[in-house]
């Protein structure tokens, strides 16, 4: 399998604007402190960590919705690193992502059909209604929703007018992040199903970043576990959940609640 | 098959259909257009015009039986007709100039807001700068440079009240711009362009229409008071401001002159901001 990620000592750092001084520029809060790794094309990914952890900033630097500030990412061969956005955005609809909020991820001003239509006509794809009625179909949505507003939708339904909205590109990359942590768990269950099947189906490469563990085991075959912004821990997911090796991975292991309680408690 | 499923509405007809319930609005929107209606049609139905002198009724009274129902003023013009034509100035005067300040206003301030960092800094400095400067002044600099007239009155009413609209929709744009879907926006290629007109402006009309809405009362009042100074409209060409102005002039004497336009123009007040309200209450986000 040829690599469509290889990122090597990747670094990230944000100005801190809550130290800001009265003059001259804030202190730069390092995010990500040299992270070195590779995602082979049709894998799926898991990404996970604490809170702050830097795994979002992670994920958006691999789409280049950030710029890295040392380190370099390449994509299929290609140097996206400091790429300016002017030469990223023929290749965005290469690489998509889905947002953790389906509440704030759809314009509430437009009909789905105009927020699936959005990058499609940017990227002078095709964007006529017989193309959103075959995504809308793909998420399992029915046809009549292309007129509706987002308000008028579940939280469930938004979200996968997120996934459309994404895979109506038919990128390679696919990043997800903490896509389902704001779904109840029925519909947490049936949004990993459709993403599992599309991603099977189109053969895209996904990174699904969620600090969820039990999600991480059920979908992905890799698992990236990340603390303070470095790599503790890269192995195929069985080594991971069945021999852990760093002492964080066996904390979050510890933490995940078991569906069955302890008989004796009872 | 019948399809049963209701038509969709988008949060902004939603709102509108908030805004028809209320009755004190709708009534005002009536009564304006009523009003905005006889202004702009009602001096075709005279058979002479506002600048015409009528010399056997000079300063006459109210007679609804003469060709001069409320009566001339003391050059034998006819009130009524004067008034009308003075609603003309005043309203368009208005209404073209809240929707140029609102115009440059939204378009300054969500770029602003959605450009963050220095360029935001940047604008709003100058924002900053010109409201410390005195606006009875600048419209005086103003009606030297363009030779004084509609134009410089215009520019000046335009020039001092864009800048509040560009605060308000600054701060939306500021909140709105780390909304995700700006960022999905982003991650589908969308130059910052069309991102502020598509899915930054577009979210802002909420506060756009209720601040407008304010808006136009306050353009009407400031041209009605440069007017009343002598620095906006100049007589022979009649707006409530300076009609105002003769009338407190004859106060004393003949109270007519003053009570016409006034109670016009309060009207119009009265009907703007019962519609400001209306609408504030439709489409304020906080309610929902």
């Known amino acids: 399998m040829a690599e469509l990620y290889t990122v090597s000592d990747l670094h990230l750092s944000l100005p801190d604007m809550t130290r800001k001084p009265l003059l001259g520029a804030a202190p730069r809060l390092e995010i990500l402190k040299g992270l070195s790794f590779t995602i082979p094309s049709g894998e799926i990914l898991g990404i996970v960590g604490g809170s702050g952890s830097g795994k979002s900033t992670l994920g958006r630097a691999l789409i280049r919705l950030l710029e890295p500030t040392a380190g370099s990412i390449s994509f299929a061969g290609l140097d996206i690193t400091h790429l300016p956005e002017s030469r990223l955005r023929p290749l965005r609809c290469r690489f998509q992502m889905i947002f953790q909020d389906p509440m704030s991820s759809l314009n509430p001003r437009q009909q789905v059909a105009q927020i699936i239509a959005g990058p499609l006509g940017v990227q002078g794809l095709d964007h006529s209604p017989a193309r959103i009625a075959d995504a809308l179909d793909q998420v399992g949505l029915p046809r009549s929703f292309a007129q509706r507003y987002p308000h008028e939708l579940s939280g469930g339904q938004r979200q996968r007018i997120g996934i459309a909205r994404a895979i109506a590109l038919k990128p390679e990359f696919i990043l997800a992040d903490e896509i389902v942590s704001g779904l109840d768990v029925s519909s947490q269950a049936q949004i990993l199903n459709l993403l599992a099947g599309l991603v099977k189906d189109l053969g895209m490469t996904l990174a699904f970043i969620s600090h969820d563990l039990s999600v991480i085991r059920r979908l992905c075959t890799r698992v990236l576990v990340l603390q303070h912004g470095r790599i503790v821990e890269n192995a195929a997911t069985e080594q991971v959940f069945n021999y852990p090796q760093a002492e964080y991975t066996r904390e979050l292991l510890g933490s995940i609640p078991l569906p069955d309680p302890d008989q004796a408690w009872l | ?288």
């Not at chain 2, 009534?27 to 015409?52: H, K, R, Y």
């Not at chain 2, 410089?152 to 939306?172: D, E, G, H």
């Not at chain 2, 906006?232 to 004497?253: C, H, R, V």
Request: negative net charge; aromatic residues 10%; hydrophobic residues 55%.
């Open chain 2, 1 to 288: 098959m019948v399809d049963i499923t209701p038509r969709s509405l988008s949060t902004f007809q939603l709102q509108l259909r908030r805004f028809a319930q209320n009755r004190l609005a709708m009534i005002s929107v009536a009564l304006l257009a009523l009003i905005a209606a006889s202004c702009f049609f009602g001096p075709f139905a005279f058979p002479f015009t506002g600048e015409d002198a009528d010399f056997d009724f000079i300063g006459a009274p109210i007679d609804l039986a003469s060709p001069h129902p409320f009566g001339t003023d003391d050059f034998g013009r006819d009130l009524l007709l004067r008034v009308l034509e003075g609603g003309r100035i005043s309203l368009a005067i208005g209404f073209l100039g809240a929707i140029t300040a609102g115009f440059i206003g939204v378009l300054y301030g969500a770029v602003a807001g959605y450009a963050g960092g220095r360029t935001d800094r940047l604008m709003m400095r100058m924002v900053e700068i010109l409201y410390g400067f005195p606006y009875v002044i600048l419209v005086i600099l103003l009606s030297l440079l363009f030779g004084g007239g509609n134009v410089a009155l215009f520019a000046a009413i335009v020039f001092t009240l864009w800048l509040t609209p560009a605060v308000i929709v600054r701060a939306q744009a500021q909140s709105l711009s780390k909304r995700e879907f700006v960022e999905a926006a982003r991650a589908g290629g969308m130059t910052p362009w069309q991102i502020v007109l598509e899915h930054i402006v577009p979210n802002c009309a909420s506060v756009v229409i209720v601040y407008g809405s304010l808006l136009v009362p306050e353009v009407i009042l400031s041209e009605s008071f440069l007017s009343f100074l002598g620095i906006g409209i100049k007589e022979p060409q009649a707006s409530w401001g300076n009609l105002i102005q003769t009338g407190t002039a004859a106060m004393d004497t003949d109270l007519r002159l003053l009570l016409l336009p006034g109670i016009l123009l309060a009207l119009v007040l009265f009907c703007l901001n019962f519609i400001a309200d209306g609408l504030r209450d439709a489409f304020d986000p906080n309610d929902r």
